[in-house]
């Protein structure tokens, strides 16, 4: 099987389980100086959930 060139690459979303704010690692989060494409594992330990301030701990792979 080989990756078609045409298509994005699949990128996973997080969900905050305090308030359902989606973390989408295609999307990014730019004005937190996140850049899109960016995965789940390379957003800085220290990133809060803009919408409620909950950490990374709290969100979980949809």
């Given at each position: 099987m080989?990756l078609?060139?045409?298509?994005?690459?699949?990128?996973?979303?997080w969900q905050?389980?305090?308030?359902?704010?989606v973390?989408?690692?295609?999307?990014?989060?730019?004005?937190?100086?996140?850049?899109?494409g960016?995965?789940?594992?390379q957003?800085?330990?220290?990133?809060?959930c803009?919408?409620?301030?909950?950490?990374?701990?709290?969100?979980?792979?949809?």
């Amino acid at each position: 099987m080989s990756l078609d060139p045409t298509r994005p690459h699949a990128h996973a979303q997080w969900q905050c389980g305090s308030c359902s704010f989606v973390y989408d690692e295609a999307e990014g989060w730019p004005s937190e100086g996140i850049a899109p494409g960016t995965p789940w594992a390379q957003v800085p330990q220290d990133w809060r959930c803009p919408d409620c301030s909950s950490s990374k701990d709290d969100f979980m792979q949809t």
